[in-house]
């Protein structure tokens, strides 16, 4: 078996082979897809297996080689510590450890999605994209307004409807004026792309069992149930509920030397840091409705705060999700009505029509009495859970063993 190692860079690849120890140099490669396939077809065999970094074009590299070879490798580029610490760092030195680190069994292998979760992916960071940039021109306004001395909006969305007429009112020069204009006009533009990129990623989700199923949890909505589905992928690769808290990043940093004590402190932040941050959106989400979730938090609350029981809490999150989508089985605490009224703005979202003067599978939500039945339900339920757990703060502790007298 030959080692083909690349080091990608945007214009550019440089490739090496290994095999049985030796290296071979085999030149260097566009990164452009006739020059890739007509380097497959010259150099490579259907028994070679290509290593290659976790670069914003490995995805297409794989892509155009995949027909060629036995295996593409895509390595963590964070883990591949020589490369990253190396003093002498020349793209040959690079692909030469690669196909070494992986003929030694180890290199840190990253997974590969399917082109579905893929798209999703795209989807959810080109909405995320589009967010960032539309809070950029909020702050923009917010700073002229707040160089001219003027008081905080006194509406909830400063480039709503009630908003844009407050800012009218207000007195600025021409050329300020003319740019919170220009601002508001490119909010305008981005909200159209966000309606669009969302559209596309609720027509996804109705497809989707999985997002479906994320949707039953508290405080998870299509947004932070795409973007979960969409950095897990198959939840067959982690095979315990820990391993997926590690790989969103929301387990503790250890820190141990030697035989002394083992120091835990934050979080990791380690994986995929936009849904580590989608699911402590949720967990904040979650805790203001009843549930065992908000008995779980105020538990964690009241000795380590708020913050640190929010963080715990979409720890808890990562690990009922693991269970759920593992054992193939809904939130057990659902509450149906809140539940076909996710679903139906989901729907909507998509652009299927609307249903007015007709009851629809939401409309359940609307009767207060429903409401007040399911709401009974729950609140049963995270009192049960605060009553369970109160004991374990009043267990009283284990009298110490007395040791024997030496004789």
Same mark, same amino acid.
């Given at each position: =078996? &030959?080692?083909?190692?690349?080091?990608?860079?945007?214009?550019?690849?440089?490739?090496?082979?290994?095999?049985?120890?030796?290296?071979?140099?085999?030149?260097?490669?566009?990164?452009?897809?006739?020059?890739?396939?007509?380097?497959?077809?010259?150099?490579?065999?259907?028994?070679?297996?290509?290593?290659?970094?976790?670069?914003?074009?490995?995805?297409?590299?794989?892509?155009?080689?995949?027909?060629?070879?036995?295996?593409?490798?895509?390595? $963590?580029?964070?883990?591949?510590?020589?490369?990253?610490?190396?003093?002498?760092?020349?793209?040959?030195?690079?692909?030469?450890? *690669?196909?070494?680190?992986?003929?030694?069994?180890? !290199?840190?292998?990253?997974?590969?999605?399917?082109?579905?979760? !893929?798209?999703?992916?795209?989807?959810?960071? &080109?909405?995320?994209?589009?967010?960032?940039?539309?809070?950029?021109?909020? $702050?923009?306004?917010?700073?002229?307004?707040?160089?001219?001395?003027?008081?905080?909006?006194?509406?909830?969305?400063?480039?709503?409807?009630?908003?844009?007429?407050?800012?009218?009112?207000?007195?600025?020069?021409?050329?300020?004026?003319?740019?919170?204009? &220009?601002?508001?006009?490119?909010?305008?533009?981005?909200?159209?792309? *966000?309606?669009?990129?969302?559209?596309?990623?609720?027509?996804?989700?109705?497809?989707?069992?999985?997002?479906?199923?994320?949707?039953?949890?508290?405080?998870?909505?299509?947004?932070?149930?795409?973007?979960?589905?969409?950095?897990?992928?198959?939840?067959?690769?982690?095979?315990?509920?820990?391993?997926?808290?590690?790989?969103?990043?929301?387990?503790?940093?250890?820190?141990?030397?030697?035989?002394?004590?083992?120091?835990?402190?934050?979080?990791?932040?380690?994986?995929?840091?936009?849904?580590?941050? =989608?699911?402590?959106?949720?967990?904040?989400?979650?805790?203001?409705?009843?549930?065992?979730?908000?008995?779980?938090?105020?538990?964690?609350?009241?000795?380590?705060?708020?913050?640190?029981?929010?963080?715990?809490?979409?720890?808890?999150?990562? =690990?009922?999700?693991?269970? =759920?989508?593992?054992?193939?089985?809904?939130?057990?605490?659902?509450?149906?009505?809140?539940?076909?009224?996710?679903?139906?703005?989901?729907?909507?979202?998509?652009?299927?029509?609307?249903?007015?003067?007709?009851?629809?599978?939401?409309?359940?939500?609307?009767?207060?009495?429903?409401?007040?039945?399911?709401?009974?339900?729950?609140?049963?339920?995270?009192?049960?859970?605060?009553?369970?757990?109160?004991?374990?703060?009043?267990?009283?502790?284990?009298?110490?063993?007395?040791?024997?007298?030496?004789?």
């Amino acid at each position: =078996m &030959r080692i083909i190692g690349m080091d990608i860079h945007r214009v550019a690849a440089e490739v090496v082979s290994l095999l049985d120890g030796e290296i071979v140099k085999l030149g260097r490669v566009q990164m452009l897809r006739d020059k890739l396939e007509e380097f497959a077809r010259k150099e490579l065999t259907h028994d070679d297996h290509v290593v290659i970094e976790a670069t914003g074009n490995a995805a297409a590299v794989a892509e155009v080689l995949s027909p060629y070879v036995d295996r593409i490798v895509i390595a $963590n580029p964070k883990q591949v510590h020589m490369i990253a610490h190396a003093k002498v760092k020349i793209d040959t030195i690079d692909a030469t450890v *690669l196909a070494k680190l992986y003929a030694s069994g180890f !290199l840190p292998e990253v997974w590969v999605p399917d082109p579905g979760t !893929l798209a999703l992916r795209r989807q959810v960071t &080109r909405r995320t994209q589009l967010v960032r940039q539309r809070s950029r021109l909020k $702050n923009l306004i917010q700073s002229i307004l707040h160089a001219h001395l003027i008081p905080p909006c006194p509406h909830g969305n400063l480039v709503g409807i009630s908003g844009r007429k407050w800012l009218t009112r207000q007195i600025l020069p021409a050329d300020e004026r003319a740019a919170i204009e &220009r601002h508001l006009g490119l909010i305008n533009q981005i909200n159209e792309a *966000l309606t669009v990129v969302e559209a596309d990623i609720a027509v996804h989700a109705l497809q989707d069992p999985t997002i479906r199923r994320l949707m039953t949890l508290p405080g998870i909505d299509v947004t932070v149930a795409a973007s979960v589905a969409a950095a897990i992928g198959d939840i067959r690769r982690f095979s315990d509920p820990q391993r997926l808290v590690a790989y969103l990043g929301l387990n503790p940093s250890v820190r141990q030397s030697g035989e002394g004590p083992a120091y835990h402190g934050r979080i990791t932040k380690q994986g995929r840091g936009h849904a580590r941050g =989608m699911l402590v959106e949720a967990a904040w989400a979650a805790v203001r409705s009843p549930g065992p979730l908000r008995a779980f938090y105020k538990r964690i609350a009241s000795r380590r705060g708020k913050h640190i029981a929010a963080v715990a809490t979409a720890r808890k999150l990562a =690990m009922i999700i693991w269970h =759920m989508l593992s054992k193939d089985a809904d939130y057990i605490w659902a509450r149906p009505a809140l539940l076909a009224r996710k679903f139906r703005s989901v729907e909507l979202r998509a652009g299927l029509p609307t249903s007015h003067a007709r009851r629809g599978t939401a409309f359940d939500y609307n009767i207060p009495a429903k409401r007040a039945e399911e709401r009974s339900r729950i609140e049963k339920a995270e009192a049960a859970y605060a009553a369970a757990t109160s004991r374990w703060r009043t267990r009283p502790e284990r009298p110490k063993a007395v040791e024997k007298d030496a004789e």
